[in-house]
């Protein structure tokens, strides 16, 4: 079935370190992928997407791009910063006859800790 | 215009009563989910609403679960008799989806802490 395997964490760095934090997954079909970020106290939100293999998603200075032979999608940032303390989840959708529009995968989350 | 919002933001009952949890989704979206995660583990898709119908309830853990949406506006989850593995974050998320152009953004609220006991 479909499903996605997140590195778990926690993870710590301090300010300005490079940050990655993996994500693989599995599906049928072509999977569309996500990461959604959760910072404290609000709703899951949209960080990045990507749709079909070898493009990137970015935003906010994150990045990630979608390995179809590797079946990952890794989402990495340069230089962090502490507000991007947060609970990171990469997911994914698939489109198929049959499944449900919107129903998304997700991986088990990661957090993420941001020290100045 | 407003976000996705959930009530209440925390629930503590005791084992073998009920919980209604609600989502008023943003205004004009069609689709309404119902998401949970349990402590540690991944959130986990439990029913879809097009409208005020169910398009899809296989991830409801079981028949003590109940979701209605009528009118196709706000919806209520209701948890009933509640036991000690419902304890979770339950998250309601919402979209305008239009056939195949499905971007994937769901729009989620702060979701719903239940504590059972």
């Known amino acids: 079935g479909d499903s996605v395997t997140q590195m778990e964490g926690p993870v710590t760095l301090s300010e300005e370190a490079f940050l990655t934090i993996n994500c693989t997954y599995t599906?049928?079909?072509?999977?569309?992928l996500f990461w959604y970020v959760q910072y404290p106290g609000e709703g899951l939100q949209l960080l990045l997407k990507?749709?079909?293999?070898?493009d990137k998603g970015s935003n906010k200075g994150f990045e990630a791009t979608y390995r179809k032979e590797t079946t990952s999608f890794h989402l990495e940032k340069g230089s962090v910063q502490v507000s991007d303390s947060a609970v990171y989840f990469c997911?994914?959708?698939?489109?198929?006859?049959?499944?449900?529009?919107?129903?998304?995968?997700f991986g088990r989350g990661t957090q993420l800790t941001v020290w100045p | 215009e407003a976000g996705v919002t959930q009530f209440p933001s925390h629930s503590v009952i005791e084992k073998g009563q009920t919980v209604t949890l609600r989502c008023d989704p943003i205004?004009?979206?069609?689709?309404l989910y119902w998401y949970r995660r349990v402590m540690g583990k991944e959130i986990k898709f439990l029913l879809h609403?097009?409208?005020?119908?169910?398009?899809?309830e296989s991830g409801m853990p079981n028949n003590r679960f109940l979701a209605e949406r009528t009118g196709g506006t706000y919806s209520t989850l209701k948890v009933q008799p509640a036991e000690l593995e419902d304890s979770g974050v339950y998250f309601c998320?919402?979209?305008?989806?239009?056939?195949?152009?499905?971007?994937?953004?769901?729009?989620f609220g702060e979701g719903s802490r239940l504590t059972v006991l």
């Open positions: 998320a919402s979209s305008q989806v239009r056939g195949m152009s499905y971007t994937g953004e769901l729009f």
């Open positions: 990507a749709t079909k293999a070898d």
């Open positions: 997911a994914l959708s698939v489109i198929r006859r049959g499944s449900t529009l919107g129903r998304l995968y």
């Open positions: 609403f097009v409208k005020e119908s169910k398009q899809d």
């Open positions: 205004s004009g979206h069609d689709n």
């Open positions: 599906a049928t079909g072509y999977p569309s």
